[in-house]
């Protein structure tokens, strides 16, 4: 009687152990599917925060040349406006200059 209760004990315990091992088993795997789920929501926040950054550069940027670009005009404009005021107080000088070349070649 004492080896069939000893028997009985040993395939209580082997039952025991595979239950403790199936269950470990399937904590483990419960936990890899929960960290690869957890994973993916990582990298999909991760790509909403570069997406987002990256537009803010970008608009960053385009104000920025938009800033550089105006600044240009402007000084393109000023300078223009002083080439234009030059030339015209140079106007009359020029009027003279070719009267006088033309009166010189008819009493020539």
Known sequence: MAKDKILSEIKEAEGNARRMVE???KQKND???SA??????ILKQ???DAQTSAKSALKSAEESLASEKEK???EGKAEAAK??????????????????E?????HA
Do not use: N, Y
């Not at 690869?36 to 929501?41: D, G, I, K, L, V």
């Not at 080439?83 to 006088?100: R, T």
């Not at 033309?102 to 008819?106: L, T, V």
């Open 23 to 25: 269950e470990s088993i």
């Open 31 to 33: 936990r890899i599917a």
């Open 36 to 41: 690869r789920s957890e994973a993916r929501e």
């Open 46 to 48: 991760a790509e909403i």
């Open 72 to 74: 240009i005009i402007q």
């Open 83 to 100: 080439i234009s005021q030059s030339a015209e107080s140079k106007v009359e000088e020029a009027v003279q200059s070719l009267l006088s």
């Open 102 to 106: 033309f009166e010189r070649a008819i």
